[in-house]
């Protein structure tokens, strides 16, 4: 049996997430999306394959960055939900593509019906895929797509 190592890695202002413009972001809180990221996996785990999920969540980019280079030798995969340094940072870019993992890029809202700044994105350059407007059910989606990419190369 083998085993799926994924860090879900989420950027700032997402730990106010459910207080922060519900009308907006949605009701569920970041304990919310974690539970649903782990529920995912062990649904997934029960398929055959143990799926494991590192959780995080910061306000510094930083911090993000230096977390991309620490699970480099021992993840299989990214989610990353970087919120708004999605559109402005190139230093994350550039820990996405330095450790060349497979990463899936989730927002919560769908970020090209919203304000023109949102529309360009410099991480989704190093995502082999985006999930944006489905809400909370982008991360659970953004987990089963990179299991499933996993499973066809084992095939």
């Not at 190139?90 to 019906?113: F, G, K, R």
């Not at 949102?118 to 909370?136: D, S, W």
């Not at 059910?137 to 095939?155: C, S, T």
Request: glycine letters at 8%; one cysteine or more.
């Amino acid at each position: 049996m083998t085993c799926l190592k994924i860090a879900v890695l989420n950027g700032p202002n997402l730990n106010l997430l459910g207080v922060r413009q519900p009308e907006i972001y949605g009701r569920e809180k970041l304990d919310d999306v974690e539970l649903l990221c782990l529920r995912t996996a062990e649904e997934l785990s029960d398929e055959g394959h143990i799926v494991e999920i590192d959780f995080r969540q910061t306000n510094y980019e930083g911090e993000l960055v230096s977390w991309i280079h620490e699970i480099r030798a021992e993840t299989n995969g990214i989610i990353l939900n970087p919120a708004a340094l999605g559109h402005s940072s190139v230093a994350l870019l550039d820990a996405l593509l330095a450790v060349d993992l497979p990463t899936v890029e989730v927002h919560i809202t769908n970020i090209h019906q919203r304000e023109a700044f949102r529309h360009q994105l410099y991480t989704a350059q190093a995502a082999i895929g985006v999930i944006c407007g489905f809400g909370v059910r982008g991360y659970q989606m953004a987990i089963r797509a990179l299991y499933d990419m996993f499973q066809d190369e084992d095939e």
